[in-house]
């Protein structure tokens, strides 16, 4: 059983519309974290959160962390092709030392 | 500020040999941790070096071993090869576990 769940595994949009994925877990995280990963390159952090409820703001991506601190969701406004890439969920358990990622989402933005 | 360095890019092995992957960590980072990407999955944590010791292993076997050096540099040493150790190796520098900065990687093909 994976720890994170992503969703939707694998996304397809056009450009200039609206998308939001998920990251859903039964654990509690003492934070999470999003990153982008393009092909042949390693993971680039985008935003990490720490405070249930908390949303933060990157340009034209909203994060948010669940109340609860045990799911966050990510939305792109207005999706540009340079979006496109796999978006990975990871989050720290409260107490532990590990990183552990989701099978993260991947998203085309179609010209 | 130098970011974090991988070598080799890429390596083919055949299985039952032994591999060595380096990893230079981002200045000041004195956290160093290795993780295995299979395709079309997150990253899964292998183990974490801070100040030369291991102080945190994934669920892999005792064939993946590691070292950091005092410059916090880190190699991971992978013993007796198997076709399913075919993978991208990330190497990830850190202060703090919810703020890890990735490396390129290394892609490893056992044939």
């Known amino acids: 059983t994976q720890l994170l769940e992503q969703s939707p595994q694998f996304l397809s949009i056009q450009e200039g519309e609206n998308l939001t994925v998920y990251c859903n877990s039964s654990s509690v995280f003492s934070s999470l974290q999003w990153y982008r990963q393009e092909p042949g390159e390693g993971p680039v952090l985008l935003v990490t959160v720490v405070t249930g409820g908390e949303v933060k703001k990157l340009k034209r991506l909203t994060f948010q962390f669940g109340d609860a601190r045990k799911d966050s969701s990510l939305h792109i406004t207005a999706a540009q092709p340079g979006d496109t890439g796999l978006y990975l969920c990871a989050g720290v358990e409260a107490g532990s030392y590990q990183l552990t990622f989701g099978k993260g989402t991947k998203l085309s933005v179609i010209p | 500020e130098t970011g974090v360095t991988q070598s080799p890019t890429h390596l083919i092995k055949t299985r039952g040999q032994q591999v060595t992957l380096r990893c230079s960590s981002q200045s000041g980072h004195n956290t160093v941790s290795w993780y295995q990407q299979a395709l079309g999955q997150g990253p899964q944590f292998i183990f974490q070096?801070?100040?030369?010791?291991?102080?945190g292993r994934g669920n892999f076997p005792p064939r993946f071993s590691g070292l950091q050096f005092p410059n916090y540099s880190s190699e991971l040493n992978v013993n007796a090869l198997e076709l399913d150790d075919s993978a991208l190796y990330l190497c990830?520098?850190?202060?703090?576990?919810?703020?890890?900065?990735f490396g390129p990687g290394t892609r490893l093909t056992v044939t």
């Open positions: 990830a520098s850190s202060h703090r576990v919810d703020e890890q900065y």
């Open positions: 070096y801070y100040r030369e010791e291991e102080n």
